[in-house]
């Protein structure tokens, strides 16, 4: 999951190096303490259930996170074109902008209540009373006459999105205060682990258990719905929202360690992120960041979703992130190795052009779907292994840009207010992937290049709607608009050039920002800190 950000309630890791100068003998034996405890082995005694629970929280972040990557998928059975897909897209963007408000979620709250309890707590219930109510009206919004609402659609899970990032913030900053300090380490196992959980349970387990070819397996006579539906799965995890919050405010209490300091007041936090965003190196990354997954984002965007509408059946595709799993696990720390020195952008920069290679090669893989789809109307075993062997090796480079991105992040960031500035700059990468396959869903429709089968003349059609006859060609005695070049061939080579060119531009700048000292990267006050 690329687009996951470390959410900026671990601003309480800095706190330490900004106390007043009067209390320096104490702050220094407090620093001294929190080290040697740091330094202590992990001891999960006692920390058992407070890991559990943890891991239920991220799995529930999960499952929204794992339904909006579904839907795309199901509304392509109901004639959703690209256009509307691009629409949809923007409900998975609160993710790479919960920076806007993380600071509101880190600095409001009630001493009384708890400080991740006041967000958490609320966030949960409203996203389980959300999913319960819409519940009773997905059907209507999905499947009506002239096809799903797309705005309503989009707004339905923009909200719960938003909620879901909420819930991100308040659970992360929980993370640190609920583990033992010797176990803080585990905090982001269990973020990575739950919520590969909860999306595998939203997306892959629902996407097949809501697919007709699947369900009529286990049939006598086939039947056009699945073993469940939407609106069903709406209202059981909205249940399941709704008692295990009830749970954790009854039976679990927030305590602040001694550790937790006082809080950076709303104003002094969006302070600290102008002061990052003025240095000069962080310019220059922020334009590398932005720019850097333009070149394959049709690939990334529309790849399953011509998949889909190639032939490839909905349930097929979501049982091929299942081997994936094992690899997705393992590769971070095998990639981990070689991106912990002091260049790790050079990972990236290899694996840049492989990327771009591969942006073709899917290209090529959903010409030939077509192709084995229009001889056999099935797919053959050869197939499928040939699929898999090829993803596997595209996860290996999405990992290899992935993790040297996060090694860099890491290196860069100034100690002092490392949560804000790591959260800043991941907030930055996931934007920098989401607007570019927002574009790209956007201009699918209208780059297709179609004829008219009366004279040949020029009609336009968009992609998922070939049964729709072209206004030009009803008026010529019902011709039909006949689809000649996909805009998905024709984006992926333009967008591909585009990487390529920004390949050759940016090479010497990345190269140049691993060299650059550490103190161009620290924030003004920190500096001067350090200095006095």
């Known amino acids: 999951m690329e ?17 007043s100068p009067t209390n320096s003998s104490f702050d220094n034996d407090l620093d001294e ?26 799995l529930l972040q999960g499952i929204p996170l794992g339904l909006i990557s579904g839907i795309p998928l199901i509304m392509m059975n109901r004639g959703i074109d690209y256009s509307e897909q691009a629409i949809f897209s923007f409900s998975m963007w609160p993710f790479s902008l919960k920076l806007l408000w993380a600071p509101i979620v880190d600095s409001v709250y009630s001493s009384r209540f708890g400080r991740r309890k006041s967000w958490m707590i609320p966030s949960q219930y409203l996203i389980g009373a959300f999913m319960i109510v819409t519940s009773y009206y997905l059907d209507s919004m999905m499947n009506s006459i002239e096809g799903p609402n797309i705005y309503s659609v989009t707004a339905l899970f923009l909200i719960l999105n938003f909620l879901a990032a909420t819930q991100d913030i308040a659970v992360d900053g929980w993370a640190l205060t609920m583990l033992k300090p010797c176990n803080v ?40 719905v699945g ?10 995890w909205g249940i399941v929202f709704i008692i ?18 006082e809080d950076s007041t709303i104003r002094e936090t969006y302070l600290k992120l102008i002061q990052i965003l003025k240095l000069g190196p962080i310019k220059s990354f922020t334009i ?45 720390w095998i990639i981990g190795r070689y991106t912990n020195g002091p260049r790790p952008l050079d990972v990236f920069l290899r694996a840049y052009p ?3 290679i591969f942006s073709f090669l899917v290209a090529g893989i959903v010409w030939w779907t077509r192709v084995l789809y229009a001889k056999y109307t099935y797919f053959p075993a ?86 729709i006859h072209d206004d030009s060609c009803i008026e010529k005695d019902a011709g039909n608009c006949v689809l000649w070049l996909d805009g998905y061939y024709t984006l992926t080579f333009f967008f591909a050039l585009i990487g390529t060119l920004w390949y050759f531009w940016s090479y010497k700048l990345i190269v140049r920002l691993q060299s650059i000292p550490k103190k161009q990267w620290l924030c003004p006050n920190s500096l001067k800190r350090r200095e006095s």
Not at 3 to 19: D, G, V
Not at 244 to 261: D, G, M, Y
Not at 441 to 452: G, H, K, V
């Open 3 to 19: 687009n996951k950000n470390q959410s900026s309630s671990s601003l309480n890791q800095r706190r330490q190096h900004e106390k």
């Open 33 to 58: 303490k929190s080290i040697s405890i740091q330094k202590s082995k992990p001891n999960l005694k006692g920390d058992y259930m407070n890991i559990a629970i943890l891991l239920f929280l991220y």
């Open 185 to 224: 380490g585990y905090a982001s196992t269990c973020n990575s682990v739950g919520q590969t959980a909860g999306y595998f349970l939203g997306y892959v387990v629902f996407l097949i258990l809501e697919s007709p070819h699947f369900a009529n397996y286990f049939r006598q006579e086939p039947q056009d």
């Open 227 to 236: 073993l469940i539906t939407l609106d069903g799965f709406f209202y059981f």
């Open 244 to 261: 295990v919050t009830t749970l954790v405010l009854l039976f679990k209490s927030e305590q602040p360690t001694i550790h937790e300091e």
């Open 288 to 332: 590398i960041l932005l720019t850097c997954k333009i070149g394959f984002s049709i690939a990334d965007a529309a790849t399953p979703l011509k998949l889909k509408e190639a032939g490839l059946p909905m349930d097929h595709i979501a049982l091929m992130a299942i081997p994936l799993l094992p690899l997705q696990v393992a590769l971070p």
């Open 354 to 356: 492989f990327r771009l």
């Open 382 to 467: 050869y197939y499928y292994v040939f699929l898999i062997i090829i993803y596997c090796f595209h996860q290996v480079i999405v990992y290899s840009m992935f993790v040297s991105i996060m090694s860099f992040h890491a290196k860069i960031s100034d100690p002092s207010i490392g949560g804000t500035y790591m959260t800043l700059l991941n907030t930055l990468t996931n934007l920098g992937g989401n607007w570019p396959n927002t574009l790209a869903l956007s201009l699918l429709d209208y780059i297709n290049l179609s004829y008219c089968s009366l004279d040949g003349s020029f009609c336009f059609i968009k992609s998922n709607k070939t049964h």
